[in-house]
């Protein structure tokens, strides 16, 4: 980014970068990684840099809890494999939107930390926020990708086939099925678009396309921003999640109506209170116009799962070949034919040339020792893998740092890929149905010399899940959690027995607030460091 280490002017650059944090822990963190940046001069200088905490109760900011590689320090620090230093989503978000403000009437711009919008416009065209109220992008999509997104209903004139198209939105759909999306006019039919075939590859065969335009962020201008401060401020207490997407977007436009107010489906945390607010805020913004910028030539990526994050890093998608990025980003790992698959993925990690890399798995921030080997479609993150250890396909490993008493210590967590970590029971009788691994949960205590107590979860005793599961160990040494962990996986997939009684274990809950944020960022910059020397040391041979 040209603009990283430079002083802006006003009106060039942001006034302001704000950043979500959900507790007092996250803020930290992430504040110590803004004052890294700078300090380095990764970022553009002479703007206000600000992370926002939640106050306790219901949560703006989330934990990741479907990519848990970056729950300890962020989705909006997820490392890319490109840039010398990698660039972080940080830095890619504001090289993407570093045209915006130049174009844009005072307001807010406000976006997710885990997706990438990509788009090509006429070389003299320019994206424009100076409407009043809000104004999105929209991107077009096929329906599928809609049931999991917002999806605009536009004004009923014709769609161009236009680059970039200025329109006004009748109403807009939050997460609808594909019989909602239909029902409400909000989809678009292509004329003769060629068609996929069986291997991915477009045929000559042409047919007519159905797609939506679906979002990805949006802006609010100066006097609705006011008018929704006011509104906060009159609230005693906010006692409910509030959601900008669906709450905010789905009051505008002439169509809205106040029906969405009562449907709580794809709510995270449902609160008595929120109903009462999402009425009045329907109040509060009916009548406010919502504008689309159309970009016709554009692309929305979403890298917000384990499954996405693999599957964008290490295969030949459409992002991997727009945005450049690599198979060994700013790492160490001697080149062998026989070693390391094209599509596995190293960023800012130092490797012996004896490893093992195989197909579509991802090294990030991470040690491996000689005769390592990872299996495919695996994810290792902050971990330090001493010698002849190997680790089986489809598993996810991820190092934190803790403070406990004063001292230092490691847990790794080891989960399947597939895990879901949001999933939960209410009764202990029914932590059967939890799964780690593919296998019961239960079936894994067993294994572990583990008993089924109020005692084996952290937190909230009627939300039970692998996320507040205590079942992780700590251990004195980085490379000695995660050797721990491998062998509690081991255990569960050879159905033998490896007992944890006895060791003190933390849930990933807890091991999300013990974090040690400093010891963390130390590792990965002794890596940077060796990695730099290394390159300079390369350069002076030559």
Same mark, same amino acid.
């Given at each position: 980014?040209?603009?990283?280490?430079?002083?802006?002017?006003?009106?060039?650059?942001?006034?302001?970068?704000?950043?979500?944090?959900?507790?007092?822990?996250?803020?930290?963190?992430?504040?110590?990684?803004? @004052?890294?940046? *700078?300090?380095? /001069? $990764? +970022?553009?200088?002479?703007?206000?840099? #600000?992370?926002?905490?939640? %106050?306790?109760?219901?949560?703006?900011?989330?934990?990741?809890?479907?990519?848990?590689?970056?729950?300890?320090?962020?989705?909006?620090?997820?490392?890319?494999?490109?840039?010398?230093?990698?660039?972080?989503?940080?830095?890619?978000?504001?090289?993407?939107?570093?045209?915006?403000?130049?174009?844009?009437?005072?307001?807010?711009?406000?976006?997710?930390?885990?997706?990438?919008?990509?788009?090509?416009?006429?070389?003299?065209?320019?994206?424009?926020?100076?409407?009043?109220?809000?104004?999105?992008?929209?991107?077009?999509?096929?329906?599928?990708?809609?049931?999991?997104?917002?999806?605009?209903?536009?004004? @009923?004139?014709? *769609?161009?086939? /236009? $680059? +970039?198209?200025?329109?006004?939105?009748? #109403?807009?759909?939050?997460? %609808?099925?594909?019989?909602?999306?239909?029902?409400?006019?909000?989809?678009?039919?292509?004329?003769?678009?060629?068609?996929?075939?069986?291997?991915?590859?477009?045929?000559?065969?042409?047919?007519?396309?159905?797609?939506?335009?679906?979002?990805?962020?949006?802006?609010?201008?100066?006097?609705?921003?006011?008018?929704?401060?006011?509104?906060?401020?009159?609230?005693?207490?906010?006692?409910?999640?509030?959601?900008?997407?669906?709450?905010?977007?789905?009051?505008?436009?002439?169509g809205a109506t106040h029906d969405y107010t009562k449907?709580?489906?794809?709510?995270?945390?449902?609160?008595?209170?929120?109903?009462?607010?999402?009425?009045?805020?329907?109040?509060? +913004?009916?009548?406010?116009?919502?504008?689309?910028?159309?970009?016709?030539?554009?692309?929305?990526?979403?890298?917000?799962?384990?499954?996405?994050?693999?599957?964008?890093?290490?295969?030949?998608?459409?992002?991997?070949?727009?945005?450049?990025?690599?198979?060994?980003?700013?790492?160490?790992?001697?080149?062998?034919?026989?070693?390391?698959?094209?599509?596995?993925?190293?960023?800012?990690?130092?490797?012996?040339?004896?490893?093992?890399?195989?197909?579509?798995?991802?090294?990030?921030?991470?040690?491996?020792?000689?005769?390592?080997?990872?299996?495919?479609?695996?994810?290792?993150?902050?971990?330090?893998?001493?010698?002849?250890?190997?680790?089986?396909?489809?598993?996810?490993?991820?190092?934190?740092?803790?403070?406990?008493?004063?001292?230092?210590?490691?847990?790794?967590?080891?989960?399947?890929?597939?895990?879901?970590?949001?999933?939960?029971?209410?009764?202990?009788?029914?932590?059967?149905?939890?799964?780690?691994?593919?296998?019961?949960?239960?079936?894994?205590?067993?294994?572990?010399?583990?008993r089924v107590s109020d005692q084996l979860f952290s937190?909230?005793?009627?939300?039970?899940?692998?996320?507040?599961?205590?079942?992780?160990?700590?251990?004195?040494?980085?490379?000695?959690?995660?050797?721990?962990?491998?062998?509690?996986?081991?255990?569960?997939?050879?159905?033998?027995?490896?007992?944890?009684?006895?060791?003190?274990?933390?849930?990933?809950?807890?091991?999300?607030?013990?974090?040690?944020?400093?010891?963390?960022?130390?590792?990965?910059?002794?890596?940077?460091?060796?990695?730099?020397?290394?390159?300079?040391?390369?350069?002076?041979?030559?």
């Amino acid at each position: 980014m040209e603009s990283a280490g430079k002083v802006t002017q006003t009106g060039e650059f942001w006034d302001v970068v704000v950043i979500t944090a959900a507790d007092k822990k996250q803020e930290l963190a992430y504040q110590q990684q803004l @004052s890294e940046k *700078l300090k380095r /001069k $990764e +970022l553009p200088l002479g703007v206000h840099y #600000h992370v926002f905490v939640d %106050p306790p109760g219901p949560k703006i900011g989330g934990y990741s809890q479907r990519l848990p590689n970056t729950s300890a320090l962020g989705k909006i620090f997820t490392a890319l494999p490109f840039g010398d230093p990698i660039y972080q989503m940080l830095e890619l978000k504001l090289a993407m939107y570093i045209d915006f403000p130049t174009h844009m009437n005072p307001g807010i711009l406000i976006t997710c930390a885990d997706d990438i919008e990509l788009y090509s416009i006429g070389a003299t065209e320019v994206i424009k926020f100076d409407k009043p109220g809000f104004t999105a992008l929209a991107h077009p999509s096929d329906l599928t990708i809609g049931t999991t997104h917002g999806v605009f209903v536009l004004d @009923s004139s014709a *769609l161009s086939e /236009k $680059e +970039l198209e200025y329109r006004s939105c009748h #109403h807009f759909l939050h997460k %609808p099925n594909i019989e909602k999306m239909h029902q409400s006019g909000a989809v678009c039919i292509r004329r003769n678009c060629s068609q996929p075939n069986s291997s991915g590859e477009h045929s000559d065969l042409k047919m007519d396309c159905e797609y939506v335009y679906t979002d990805s962020l949006f802006y609010i201008d100066h006097n609705v921003a006011k008018q929704l401060l006011t509104f906060f401020k009159q609230l005693d207490t906010l006692c409910c999640e509030i959601d900008a997407y669906g709450d905010f977007l789905q009051a505008l436009g002439p169509g809205a109506t106040h029906d969405y107010t009562k449907i709580t489906d794809n709510v995270t945390k449902e609160g008595s209170q929120l109903t009462e607010i999402r009425q009045k805020l329907f109040s509060l +913004l009916k009548g406010t116009s919502l504008n689309v910028i159309v970009l016709n030539n554009s692309r929305f990526y979403h890298i917000g799962t384990t499954q996405e994050y693999l599957f964008h890093f290490t295969s030949d998608s459409k992002l991997k070949l727009e945005l450049g990025l690599l198979s060994k980003a700013f790492s160490i790992f001697p080149d062998k034919a026989e070693n390391s698959d094209i599509s596995a993925c190293i960023i800012q990690s130092i490797l012996d040339s004896s490893c093992v890399i195989a197909p579509a798995s991802v090294i990030e921030y991470s040690r491996l020792g000689p005769d390592v080997s990872v299996g495919t479609n695996s994810i290792i993150s902050g971990c330090c893998i001493s010698a002849n250890t190997d680790v089986p396909p489809n598993s996810f490993v991820s190092s934190l740092s803790i403070r406990v008493n004063g001292k230092v210590m490691y847990v790794s967590m080891v989960l399947g890929v597939e895990d879901n970590l949001k999933k939960n029971v209410k009764l202990l009788s029914d932590v059967h149905s939890l799964q780690i691994f593919g296998i019961s949960l239960l079936q894994c205590l067993e294994l572990w010399d583990l008993r089924v107590s109020d005692q084996l979860f952290s937190g909230d005793q009627t939300s039970l899940g692998l996320w507040t599961a205590r079942i992780f160990p700590v251990c004195s040494t980085l490379s000695g959690s995660v050797r721990m962990s491998l062998k509690m996986l081991n255990a569960v997939q050879n159905k033998s027995a490896f007992k944890l009684n006895g060791w003190k274990l933390l849930s990933i809950e807890e091991m999300l607030f013990y974090k040690d944020v400093e010891d963390m960022l130390k590792f990965r910059q002794q890596i940077y460091e060796e990695i730099t020397l290394q390159r300079h040391k390369e350069k002076s041979d030559l």
